[in-house]
C-alpha cells in the first residue's frame, strides 16, 4: 500500500483479557518495528523483524508480549492479559533495511490508541 | 549503545519567528544517521529532515534546518518562521549505519511538546 496501515485505530478492552494489533507496512518494505507510547513519553522500542531474520525481541516488556509477521508482511502484535499499564499507543513503522539516506528512513502508521479499563 | 537526549520538555514561540529544538546523543557508532519526526495531535510521525554524520552541510528542508555540530554530539532542530500548524510532539532519533547484527533500529528521544502561539 501507499502508507502504513494499523488497525484498529482505538481499542478499548477489559483488564485480563487478550488483544491483537496489527500492522500493514509499505509493500516491498523488509524491515518492521513496533514502538510503544505511553501519554507524554517517547517511543519505546518493542521488536523489530527484518525479512525472514529471526526477530529481535529484546524491547518486550514481559512474556504477556508476543509478536509474528506472516509472509514478510504483515504484522500482528498481541498482547495477553491486559494489565492497566498496557495503556498506550502501539506504533508500527517499516523501512528499507539498508543504510543511510532519508530515502531510507522509517514510516510510521498512525498508530492503535490502547486503553485498558 | 546509542541514547537521544531531549532536554526541553515544552516550548513556546510566536507565530512567525524562529525556535530551536535541542537534541544531544551519544553512540560509539563511527558512521550514523540522525532524523527528526513531527507528531501532531493526531499522532501520525512525520518525517522532517534527517542528517547524515559525515554529510559536510548541514540539512534543510524548506523551513526545517538541522544545527549539526558533530563534535558536541547535537543535532538541534530549527524552525524557521513558525506557523501555527507546527504546534505538536518533536522527536529526535538516530541509528548507525553498520550495526552490530545488521538492524537498523532507531533510537528516538522523549520529544520536545512546542506550542506556536498566534
Known amino acids: 500500500g501507499a502508507g502504513v496501515s494499523q488497525s484498529p485505530s482505538n481499542k478499548v478492552t477489559e483488564k485480563g483479557k487478550d488483544v491483537e494489533l496489527r500492522c500493514d507496512p509499505i509493500?516491498?518494505?523488509?524491515?518492521l518495528y513496533w514502538y510503544r507510547q505511553s501519554l507524554g513519553q517517547g517511543l519505546e522500542f518493542l521488536i523489530y523483524?527484518?525479512?525472514?531474520?529471526?526477530?529481535?525481541k529484546s524491547g518486550l516488556p514481559s512474556d504477556r508480549f508476543s509478536a509474528e509477521r506472516t509472509g514478510g508482511s504483515v504484522s500482528t502484535l498481541t498482547i495477553q492479559r491486559t494489565q492497566q499499564e498496557d495503556s498506550a499507543v502501539y506504533l508500527c513503522?517499516?523501512?528499507?533495511?539498508?543504510?543511510?539516506?532519508?530515502?531510507?528512513?522509517?514510516?510510521f502508521g498512525s498508530g492503535t490508541r490502547l486503553t485498558v479499563v | 549503545a546509542q541514547k537521544i537526549t531531549q532536554t526541553q520538555p515544552g516550548m513556546f514561540v510566536q507565530e512567525k519567528e524562529a525556535v530551536t529544538l535541542d537534541c544531544t546523543y551519544d553512540?560509539?557508532?563511527?558512521?550514523?544517521?540522525l532524523f527528526w519526526y513531527k507528531q501532531p495531535s493526531s499522532g501520525e510521525m512525520i518525517f522532517l529532515i534527517y542528517?547524515?554524520?559525515?554529510?559536510?552541510q548541514n540539512a534543510t528542508e524548506g523551513r526545517y534546518s538541522l544545527n549539526f555540530q558533530k563534535a558536541r554530539k547535537s543535532a538541534n532542530l530549527v524552525i524557521s518562521a513558525s506557523q501555527l500548524g507546527d504546534s505538536a510532539m518533536y522527536f529526535c532519533?538516530?541509528?548507525?549505519?553498520?550495526?552490530?547484527?545488521?538492524?537498523?533500529?532507531?533510537?528516538f528521544g522523549r520529544g520536545t511538546s512546542l506550542i506556536v502561539h498566534p
Open positions: 553512540t560509539s557508532d563511527p558512521s550514523y544517521g
Open positions: 532519533a538516530m541509528r548507525g549505519d553498520f550495526p552490530s547484527g545488521g538492524s537498523y533500529i532507531p533510537t
Open positions: 542528517q547524515g554524520s559525515y554529510d559536510q
Open positions: 509493500s516491498g518494505h523488509t524491515a
Open positions: 523483524f527484518q525479512g525472514n531474520s529471526a526477530p529481535d
Open positions: 513503522a517499516s523501512s528499507l533495511n539498508i543504510p543511510p539516506g532519508p530515502a531510507y528512513g522509517y514510516t
